[in-house]
């Protein structure tokens, strides 16, 4: 037994006596002959951390049926075409597409990064679509490909009340709680309007180093 065997098995059970439904542990045995593995395979105090990494990277894309090589985009990778105008789906990488005139675009090239602070003050307001009217679905230029995101940072920008351009959105109506308590009567005020615009449009320069832009 390695060194990296001994440890893993001495945490394992350690795990196993304090959270015994750790969800880790129905796979023990794996885990244990993954570190011998490892533990065999002559790394150094330089390199462990790197391969480390790499062996941890490729279990998660693989359980969770990701791409760890990049698209070949061969004829078998393709499924057989699933709408009117021929489109099919790539088996490999579903976000993928390629049109019958041969072009081919990444559903998830942009996601839009807005600055919609919460309660706690944090930035969640991750999404897909268009902004300044860039799509995140965009072309890829070649094969072999490998899937890539680009986060761009977007905010919102507020409109006036009678604002009927689309695209927009609008927050839900509301009313003045302490008023309703006040008269019993809820006076429905409109949600504001707004829309998003790209904070830096110098963002996408990358992003269209690596795609070609739709």
């Keep these: 037994m ?43 105090g330089g390199s462990a951390p790197y391969v480390a990494g790499a062996l941890s990277s490729a279990v998660k894309k693989l359980c969770l049926q990701q791409t760890i090589a990049p698209i070949t985009g061969v004829e078998d990778e393709w499924s057989s075409p699933f709408d009117n105008d021929g489109t099919v789906q790539n088996k490999r ?13 990444y559903l998830d090239a942009i996601v839009w990064s807005a600055d919609t602070p919460g309660e706690s ?9 268009s902004v300044n009217g860039i799509t995140s679905r965009q072309y890829i230029k070649e094969f ?21 351009q689309e695209p927009f959105y609008q927050d839900k109506d509301y009313y003045i709680t302490s008023e309703f308590e006040e008269t019993g009567i809820k006076r429905w005020i409109p949600g504001d309007k707004y829309r998003y615009v790209i904070k830096d449009m110098k963002q996408l320069d990358e992003v269209f180093e690596y795609y070609q832009k739709k």
């Design 2 to 44: 390695t060194n990296t065997q001994s440890h893993a098995e001495k945490e394992l059970e350690i795990l196993a006596n304090n959270t015994p439904d750790a969800v880790i542990l129905e796979f023990k045995d794996e885990l244990l002959a993954l570190c011998e593995k490892f533990g065999n395979s002559g790394q150094s």
């Design 93 to 105: 990488c579903y976000a993928l597409f390629k049109q019958p005139d041969g072009q081919c675009y």
């Design 121 to 129: 003050g944090n930035n969640w307001d991750n999404f897909s679509g």
């Design 144 to 164: 072999p490909f490998t899937p890539k995101t680009f986060y761009v940072n977007v905010t919102r920008e507020k409109l006036p009340a009678d604002w009927d």
